[in-house]
């Protein structure tokens, strides 16, 4: 059975018009050190580029140093950073749990790299455990990574850090990590993991973000704003009030923007994520930005 993919498919299938190229085409390219014997373009020479590469034809035709560009066929390992503590418990923009998005997005991600031939694996965490999936390139693999993540006890405290410091003590082999987390504030600690990280890996930054604390108004199908981590609830009467709202709207765009700063001056491709709806779009957005960046 894969429940769970077959959800991620009906979504992933319809947005995706991706037909002969790998969608992490982008976050593959970069990963790229050696040589290799698929041709893919040629390109202008450029000082420090290897004079073997020189297509030496093609320069004769064009009066010009051209170079050839070539596409590695190896496989590599998308390996995912889940936070699966109480915080991703907390309620999306959709009235949904958190952690339905994330398992969406490590399902779309999960599932394309799987049908490149590529290892997935999943390290999901809290502050109390840590643990990874065994790296698999099938279907069925990945179905048991998304269940383990859909059962996992979220009985601990959120703890990014503990999850990314795992993964810079015990993963050795360089791989595209894909890190899925809550909006919680960057902090100077979180900075030096991922550049830790990045220095070792590729990495690409999945942000699930918060439904609106303070509601302008209440819906009937909208649920009681309650804190995840701490069980505090959002006062009645504080709800609709308009600077309330406004301090609270302030103190996330400022935080958003301190994160997208962190994240950009670092070169860690990023995407934010808050319905059902649009995740997988944005998420095949981000990575044909960092295809086109890349391979530009």
């Known amino acids: 059975m894969t429940a769970l993919l077959t959800r991620v498919k009906s979504r992933l299938f319809i947005h995706s ?13 970069s990963l790229q050190r050696g040589r290799s014997l698929d041709f893919e373009d040629l390109r202008a020479y450029e000082t420090g580029d290897d004079v073997r590469d020189i297509d030496w034809r093609a320069t004769a035709r064009h009066a010009e140093l051209l170079v050839k560009r070539s596409r590695a066929t190896r496989m590599h390992t998308v390996l995912f950073a889940v936070d699966a503590g109480r915080g991703m418990a907390a309620l999306a923009p959709d009235e949904l749990p958190k952690m339905r998005l994330a398992i969406l997005a490590v399902g779309a991600l999960g599932l394309l790299a799987v049908r490149h031939g590529d290892d997935v ?3 999901s965490g809290d502050a109390s455990r840590v643990t990874r999936t065994p790296p698999r390139r099938s279907e069925g693999g990945l179905e048991h990574a998304l269940r383990a993540l859909r059962d996992a006890p979220a009985d601990a405290p959120s703890s990014r850090e503990r999850v990314l410091d795992h993964i810079a003590r015990t993963v050795r082999r360089r791989a595209i990590l894909v890190v899925v987390t809550g909006e919680d504030p960057l902090t100077a600690e979180h900075e030096r ?9 590729d990495v690409l930054w999945v942000t ?9 108004r209440r819906s009937p199908g909208s649920r009681s704003r309650r804190d995840a ?41 990023r995407v934010e994520i808050d319905d059902a709806e649009t995740a997988v779009p944005r998420i095949l957005a981000m990575l044909d930005e960092r295809s086109a960046r890349v391979r530009g």
């Open 193 to 201: 993991q991922i550049r830790r990280l990045q220095a070792q890996h």
């Open 121 to 123: 694996s999943v390290v």
């Open 17 to 29: 018009r991706v037909a002969s190229s790998h969608v992490l085409d982008g976050a593959y390219a």
């Open 229 to 269: 981590e701490s069980g505090w609830q959002v006062p009645a009467f504080l709800q609709g009030d308009a600077e309330v709202i406004r301090e609270v709207t302030e103190a996330r765009a400022a935080e958003d923007a301190h994160r997208r700063d962190v994240l950009g001056r670092l070169g860690v491709s």
């Open 208 to 216: 699930i973000r918060d439904a609106d604390p303070v509601l302008a």
